[in-house]
């Protein structure tokens, strides 16, 4: 996930822009608009949903701009997050080859599993669809270029957009997937509406920040579903997006 490139910087600017938080009056206005942008529609709906699962189709102007906002999350391009989450999370889940298995411990599977994870260990072949996308090709290539260009060209604009409308809300985005590795595949929390090979286990109490991924377990036993809710009271707003800028047959 370019750790030192992209997720480590990210931290440590998303301290300052929690410490500048008193002196920026409506940064929540900001924060909300950022966290629907890059969270839900850019990393839940297209690395996730639309990239990892095809669960829907969109418009290739839409799914640019999606695939924009996901990569200025610092969560690393869309070829290594779908190997990552298609070719190995999918395919091994909770076993040895899942790169975040919680069984080997909450803080593995939160964050250290990316200092252990090396790119070129991973196959690709799981992947060849993406490989033949010159789109997600051109967002691997230029992802770094991408990250920071973007993100130095909205502070060039508005420091205050910047820093609560980008860096805060990918901040919450990260640490939202993280507890979502670790703690919907844990043993000890959450339920199964749906029986499946692995551990995942949707999360109620994760709702309030991380909406829709709470839904893990229904997740994991259909995944090409881009809707993660079941029950009635399971809420999806992310799958509420989807149902706006989809293009395929619904």
């Known amino acids: 996930p370019n750790l030192w490139g992209g997720v480590i910087p990210l931290q440590l600017l998303s301290i300052y822009a ?29 690395y996730h949903r639309l990239l990892s699962h095809r669960g829907f189709e969109v418009h290739p102007i839409t799914k640019k701009i999606m695939m924009w906002f996901a990569a200025i999350s610092a969560q690393g391009s869309p070829i290594f997050w779908v190997t990552v989450h298609r070719g190995y999370h999918h395919r091994y889940s909770d076993q040895d080859r899942d790169p975040h298995c919680p069984d080997h411990g909450f803080w593995h599977s939160y964050v250290w599993w990316m200092f252990k994870i090396k790119e070129g260990d991973m196959n690709t072949k799981y992947i060849v669809d993406l490989l033949r996308d010159p789109v997600c090709l051109f967002f691997h290539r230029h992802y770094k270029w991408i ?48 029986e ?42 992310t799958w509420w997006l989807i149902q706006l800028i989809r293009t395929d047959s619904r």
């Open 18 to 46: 929690i410490l500048a938080v008193a002196d920026y009056p409506g940064w929540w206005i900001y924060t909300a608009v950022g966290y629907v942008c890059i969270m839900m529609l850019g990393v839940s709906g297209c």
């Open 147 to 194: 990250l920071w260009g973007s993100h130095l060209a909205i502070a060039l604009i508005s420091v205050k957009l910047w820093l609560f409308g980008v860096v805060l809300p990918a901040f919450i985005a990260f640490h939202s997937f993280s507890l979502q590795t670790s703690l919907n595949h844990s043993r000890t929390y959450g339920y199964k509406n749906l």
């Open 196 to 237: 499946t090979n692995d551990n995942s286990k949707n999360v109620a109490w994760l709702f309030p920040l991380i909406l829709g991924e709470a839904w893990h377990n229904n997740h994991h036993a259909d995944a090409k579903n881009a809707n993660y809710g079941k029950q009635w009271w399971e809420l999806d707003p």
